[in-house]
């Protein structure tokens, strides 16, 4: 059955160092996203791609954050300059139609800690 | 605000026992409800997706009710298995927000453990 896999599925970084975190969507899915969740709290949207461009975005989703379909398969989200309360779990989904009309499949999650 | 709310926020039941997960919702225009099950340090993975018109959906041992006029949905867990024990989650969508992911609303989960 067709999955949706991250790299890694730990990081460690410094404070205001760059990170970038990779998904492979499932392969005819159209829509993608990234998710995090803070250790405790509930899954936050951060962003959705579609058509090679972002279509929503959330507050938290500032300039420090960044998305690219580099290829027909990769889906990256770069951090550019991580602060401590990046530390959490992030995750990718994908799926076919909009989020908002069908279920969406989820990723393992990267863990993300910033020391 | 759009807002989804479950109970308990955690839960311990012995093996074999049956469970009911609450989720209530000011979410307004519903659209689906989504309830998924996130193993520890793991993505959520779909159990039921319900519309307006549907009042239960059964996936397995796990069946999903909803009543929208009172914006309640219920998740009834039966004879529970030792690979129950994760969060379960409660995803409310807004209708009419272009089918976004921003119209997706969160709540934070119920942590299930089931003790043999």
């Known amino acids: 059955e067709p999955e949706v896999t991250q790299t890694p599925s730990h990081q460690v970084t410094q404070m205001g160092q760059e990170v970038i975190l990779r998904c492979v969507p499932i392969s005819n899915h159209l829509y993608f996203y990234w998710y995090r969740q803070i250790l405790g709290q509930k899954v936050e949207f951060l962003v959705s791609f579609y058509n090679n461009e972002i279509s929503e975005k959330s507050e938290i989703f500032d300039d420090q954050f960044s998305v690219e379909r580099p290829d027909g398969s990769n889906f990256t989200l770069k951090i550019r300059s991580t602060k401590l309360e990046d530390s959490a779990m992030y995750f990718c989904?994908?799926?076919?139609?909009?989020?908002?009309?069908?279920?969406?499949?989820f990723g393992p999650g990267t863990r993300l800690t910033v020391l | 605000k759009n807002q989804v709310e479950q109970s308990p926020q955690s839960l311990i039941i012995l093996e074999g026992k049956n469970c009911t997960l609450q989720?209530?919702?000011?979410?307004?225009?519903?659209?689906?409800l989504r309830w998924y099950k996130q193993d520890t340090g793991r993505g959520p993975v779909s159990l039921t997706i319900?519309?307006?018109?549907?009042n239960t959906k059964s996936n397995g041992r796990y069946t999903a009710t909803l009543d929208a006029d009172t914006k309640q949905s219920s998740l009834h867990i039966t004879a529970s298995q030792l690979s129950d024990s994760a969060s379960y989650i409660c995803v409310v969508s807004v209708s009419g927000s272009g089918g976004g992911a921003d119209g997706l609303t969160f709540g934070k989960g119920t942590h299930l453990i089931i003790q043999p």
């Open positions: 989904a994908s799926n076919y139609l909009a989020a908002s009309y069908n279920e969406q499949f």
């Open positions: 319900m519309t307006f018109s549907e």
């Open positions: 989720c209530n919702y000011t979410v307004s225009p519903f659209s689906n």
